[in-house]
Each structure stands twice: as structure tokens, then as C-alpha cells.
């Protein structure tokens, strides 16, 4: 029964926090951050975790490239590739946020 409590309380968190998560960028807009970039990229990495973080690396290091100043964006990642013995993790991120122009 507690249990059961425990996890309604952590589905409200969690729709409350993406809430928030998904207001972020538009809130930043009035502050000078008015052009939206985005940009894909692959990562590879030897665990799931390093894998994740290259792709979101490179994709945010894209972004960065023709924007000067940008927001901390949202991310959409994808796995591609995992090996069989889980030595290799391929995922393709794209990374979206309002820079200033």
C-alpha cells in the first residue's frame, strides 16, 4: 500500500518536473534567446552511459558551433547499436535550443 503511494508521488514528480523541463526554453525566448537551432550527431562509447553522453556531447557541440549563446536545450536520443556482448554503444542525439542571434 505505502509502496503503491510512493510511486503516485513519484509519477506526479516526475510530470510536474517534465512540465517544467518543457516551459524552460519557451521562458528563456523573452530574454534575447530568439533563434531555435538544433543538430544530430553520433556517439559511441564502451558502457550505455558513455555511449549517451558522446552523442549528447556532440550533438550540444554542434549547436554551440553556430550559435553564440544557447540555451541548455532538450535532447532526443536514440540507441542504434549495441554489440552482443555490450561492448559498444552507438546513439544518434539531437539536441534542440534558442540561441541568441
Not at 24 to 31: F, I, K, L, T, W
Not at 55 to 65: C, D, G, S, Y
Request: one cysteine or more; proline letters at 3%.
Amino acid at each position: 500500500m505505502r509502496q503503491d503511494i510512493r510511486l503516485r508521488r513519484l509519477g506526479l514528480a516526475s510530470a510536474v518536473v517534465a512540465a517544467g523541463l518543457a516551459i524552460a526554453p519557451m521562458a528563456a525566448h523573452a530574454d534575447g534567446y530568439d533563434t531555435p537551432r538544433s543538430a544530430t550527431a553520433m556517439g559511441a562509447g564502451s558502457t550505455y552511459a558513455e555511449g549517451l553522453a558522446a552523442a549528447q556531447h556532440w550533438a550540444r557541440q554542434a549547436v554551440l558551433a553556430v550559435g553564440h549563446d544557447c540555451t541548455a536545450g532538450t535532447y532526443n536520443t536514440m540507441l542504434t547499436y549495441s554489440s552482443p556482448g555490450g561492448g559498444t554503444w552507438v546513439f544518434r542525439s539531437t539536441h534542440q535550443a534558442m540561441c541568441v542571434d
